[in-house]
């Protein structure tokens, strides 16, 4: 029997050759597997050594940028009067250059929490969250949250609009708040359409009734209410039952929008889904929003009001695939009949926990390796002592990776979108499982700005857990200022010389001296 090539797999399983574009976050070159088409992943192992977290944040900016054209390209398509609205679900990923490169490719902005809205305000303040963009604060809301958004809105932000989750939100935010404020209402799913096979999304947002009871106590203040939030699930890959169920939520948002003309705004919520789990993924995006588009157009005609400014909340969608991880098999164990297990230095139990919570699947591909045998496996995590650390689950089937074996580095893609938010920053984790070395490549004008942050180490766990702060592990400190690359389509083999620290985040005008132009100009040839 010829055995088949781990390429041989791909190629028929994907389609694809071994080069040229894999999907629409990587690329392969050389036998050099490319992130956005530019970081040569195999180099920063070389350079940085695995495990390794990469995260690459001109494909936020691609992302967002993408889906503002797939509007664009909807509009054109059905005519649609009524204009589209992207704003990032921070939840997804609240890190600050992703918060900032989102804003900074021109996305509005969702919060879910009381801490989420002060991050916003100082965001404001700062200079980088421009006051044009909306910023909608979604979720159940405690005491701290409420004070939140009227701090935010008393010191002069207008565009912030509280999505009432209960009706006790509104009096409350009605009795801190003097200044006017702009109010969304989020629908709750009605009981005929809950699908028991994934409860949770139910216990959001107000029923009909008490929709009606916000109409009528906000008519005649000075307040508004502007947004109908109607919020389907997540990674939302059927198109057309996506697009039926948001009917019946425009119908909704119709029948208000005729008796409250100050309502322009129908908030389709999160859903967009990610190219980031699956490579044969495939989803129409301009598709579904030409349908959505016509649809919304054609009932509101029919209710006699104008089409609304469509919002929608993108989370996972915007940055599932900047982030990467690049683990190394460092033991295999064979086990009889049965595929072997390759053992990883990291765990994904940790770093990837959706995996256990959800069973969510990822791309795993390996960096080389591509033209030996393949074979199924299943992978473990090496950094805890726990039966669970595996992936796939036992429900699924192996993972097909080349034979080759130990030393082999794999890469974990798709990870950008909840994962270290539901595994958490800094502090202790499962078995001790230390955070990963971090290259952070942001984009500044026509240079990319690499930064490294080092692992975390075991002082910070320690202290964390409440030992003394002794320290007695010596560690590589990552090199102090960023480094900064000329952006190529080339893979960027990696650098080696630091440069300027980065420019501090956007503000609003830029001083003369470091015009990108003249930044260039300093640095060609530097690196
Ligand atoms: C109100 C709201 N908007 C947006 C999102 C983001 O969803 P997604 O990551 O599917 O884009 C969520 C996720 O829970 C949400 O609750």
């Known amino acids: 029997m010829i055995e088949q090539t781990y390429a041989g797999y791909?190629?028929?399983?994907?389609?694809?050759?071994?080069?040229?574009?894999?999907?629409?976050?990587?690329?392969?070159?050389?036998?050099?597997?490319?992130?956005?088409?530019?970081?040569?992943?195999?180099?920063?192992v070389a350079q940085y050594g695995a495990p390794l977290e990469v995260s690459y944040c001109p494909l936020i900016t691609q992302q967002v940028q993408n889906m503002l054209d797939y509007a664009t390209a909807a509009r054109a398509q059905t005519g649609y009067a009524g204009d589209f609205l992207y704003a990032y679900a921070t939840k997804a990923n609240f890190s600050e250059e992703v918060v900032r490169t989102a804003l900074g490719a021109g996305a509005n902005y969702e919060t879910s929490a009381a801490a989420d809205v002060v991050i916003a305000h100082h965001l404001w303040r700062q200079g980088i969250l421009p006051e044009d963009r909306y910023i909608f604060c979604n979720g159940s809301k405690e005491d701290a949250y409420i004070d939140g958004i009227v701090a935010l809105r008393r010191a002069g932000y207008e565009r912030v609009v509280a999505v009432l989750d209960d009706l006790n939100e509104l009096e409350?935010?009605?009795?801190?708040?003097?200044?006017?404020?702009?109010?969304?209402?989020?629908?709750?799913?009605?009981?005929?359409?809950?699908?028991?096979?994934?409860?949770?999304?139910?216990?959001?947002?107000?029923?009909?009734?008490?929709?009606?009871?916000?109409?009528?106590?906000?008519?005649?203040?000075?307040?508004?209410?502007?947004?109908?939030?109607?919020?389907?699930?997540?990674?939302?890959?059927?198109?057309?039952?996506?697009?039926?169920?948001?009917?019946?939520?425009?119908?909704?948002?119709?029948t208000i929008a005729a008796r409250v003309p100050e309502m322009t705004m129908f908030n389709f919520g999160?859903?967009?889904?990610?190219?980031?789990?699956?490579?044969?993924?495939?989803?129409?995006?301009?598709?579904?929003?030409?349908?959505?588009?016509?649809s919304t157009g054609r009932i509101c005609a029919d209710y006699g009001v104008a089409a609304p400014l469509i919002v929608a909340?993108?989370?996972?969608?915007?940055?599932?695939?900047?982030?990467?991880?690049?683990?190394?098999?460092?033991?295999?164990?064979?086990?009889?009949?049965?595929?072997?297990?390759?053992?990883?230095?990291?765990?994904?139990?940790?770093?990837?926990?959706?995996?256990?919570?959800?069973?969510?699947?990822?791309?795993?591909l390996p960096l080389d390796g591509w033209d030996d045998a393949m074979q199924g496996v299943r992978l473990g995590g090496?950094?805890?002592?726990?039966?669970?650390?595996?992936?796939?689950?036992?429900?699924?089937?192996?993972?097909?990776?080349?034979?080759f074996c130990e030393g082999m580095v794999l890469a974990v893609f798709g990870v950008g979108a909840y994962?270290?938010?539901?595994?958490?920053?800094?502090?202790?984790?499962?078995?001790?499982?230390?955070?990963?070395?971090?290259?952070?490549?942001?984009?500044?004008?026509?240079?990319?700005?690499l930064r490294e942050v080092a692992p975390q180490g075991l002082v910070a766990m320690m202290t964390a857990l409440g030992y003394n702060r002794e320290v007695i592990e010596p560690a590589r400190q990552?090199?102090?200022?960023?480094i900064r690359l000329p952006i190529s389509q080339q893979a960027a083999p990696l650098p080696v010389r630091p440069a300027r620290p980065m420019r501090p985040a956007r503000r609003r005008q830029v001083a003369p001296a470091l015009r990108p132009s003249f930044v260039a100009r300093q640095f060609a040839g530097s690196v």
């Not at 709750?188 to 809950?194: I, K, Y």
């Not at 139910?202 to 009606?212: D, K, N, Q, V, Y």
């Not at 990552?478 to 960023?482: D, E, T």
Request: aromatic share 8%; charged share 20%.
């Open 10 to 44: 791909l190629q028929d399983r994907y389609g694809f050759a071994g080069t040229g574009v894999l999907t629409d976050f990587l690329s392969r070159h050389n036998e050099r597997l490319l992130l956005g088409d530019t970081v040569d992943l195999g180099a920063l």
């Open 172 to 254: 409350e935010l009605i009795a801190r708040c003097a200044a006017p404020m702009l109010f969304g209402v989020r629908e709750r799913h009605a009981p005929e359409v809950v699908d028991l096979a994934h409860p949770g999304g139910e216990r959001f947002g107000l029923t009909p009734a008490e929709i009606e009871q916000v109409v009528a106590r906000l008519a005649g203040t000075s307040h508004q209410l502007m947004v109908y939030h109607a919020m389907v699930g997540s990674q939302i890959e059927d198109a057309a039952a996506w697009e039926a169920r948001l009917q019946r939520s425009v119908t909704a948002y119709a």
């Open 270 to 294: 999160g859903g967009m889904p990610t190219s980031g789990y699956d490579l044969g993924f495939n989803f129409d995006y301009t598709g579904f929003l030409s349908n959505l588009m016509a």
């Open 313 to 364: 909340e993108c989370g996972r969608y915007t940055v599932a695939n900047h982030n990467v991880y690049l683990l190394e098999v460092g033991r295999v164990k064979q086990q009889g009949a049965l595929e072997p297990w390759y053992l990883l230095n990291g765990s994904l139990m940790v770093s990837a926990p959706d995996t256990l919570i959800v069973d969510q699947e990822f791309v795993v």
């Open 382 to 403: 090496r950094r805890t002592c726990d039966s669970d650390d595996l992936y796939p689950r036992p429900n699924r089937p192996a993972l097909p990776l080349p034979a």
């Open 419 to 449: 994962q270290s938010m539901i595994a958490g920053k800094g502090g202790a984790h499962h078995c001790l499982n230390p955070e990963m070395r971090r290259i952070i490549i942001e984009q500044d004008g026509d240079q990319l700005v």
């Open 478 to 482: 990552p090199i102090q200022q960023p």
